[in-house]
């Protein structure tokens, strides 16, 4: 089941937990076996809360997942990258991102041919281009949370 598992609240007493995440925001409740008048009860009140709260809450994009900082991202910019190699000894600035089909797509800006600034500059315009081919759809994977993203 999507964001609900089973687990121990105590040694004689069980719950059924709902977690899960919407944009940053943690969502989080116990649904106790003797709360609730048994673990059948428990349950479908942990469903029906979920389903509630799911139906509240928007789901991250694919475009705003491509958006997001990553905490080891030096460049300032998502997707902006510079690397250094054998072949290009001051480096190049690269915009880089991946499609929801699986294809990679990167465009690189040499600081040899263009300057530290332009090349950056030219990577960042290149992944603002790259932006606009991500498919506006929200970002998840378990089938219930497709389901109940639809009904909205």
């Known amino acids: 089941m999507y964001a609900i598992r089973r687990h121990r609240a105590t040694v004689k007493s069980w719950c059924w937990r709902v977690r899960f995440n919407r944009r940053g925001v943690s969502y989080s409740k116990s649904f106790c076996d003797l709360a609730c008048g048994g673990s059948k009860q428990a349950k ?8 509630a709260q799911l139906a509240k809450t928007e789901a991250l994009t694919l475009l705003d997942l491509h958006k997001q900082k990553r905490s080891n991202n030096v460049s300032g910019v998502p997707g902006v990258h510079f690397h250094k190699t054998s072949r290009q000894p001051l480096g190049f600035w690269q915009a880089k991102i991946r499609l929801h089909d699986g294809k990679t ?8 041919k263009y300057g530290q600034q ?4 030219l990577a960042v315009a290149a992944r603002s281009e790259l932006l606009a081919q991500v498919e506006i759809r929200a970002f998840l994977h378990h089938p219930v949370a497709k389901r109940l993203s639809r009904r909205k």
Not at 44 to 51: L, N, T
Not at 105 to 112: D, Q
Not at 118 to 121: G, K, L, P, S, T
């Open 44 to 51: 479908a009140q942990a469903v029906a809360w979920r389903d």
């Open 105 to 112: 797509i990167a465009k690189g800006f040499a600081v040899l």
């Open 118 to 121: 332009e090349a950056f500059h």
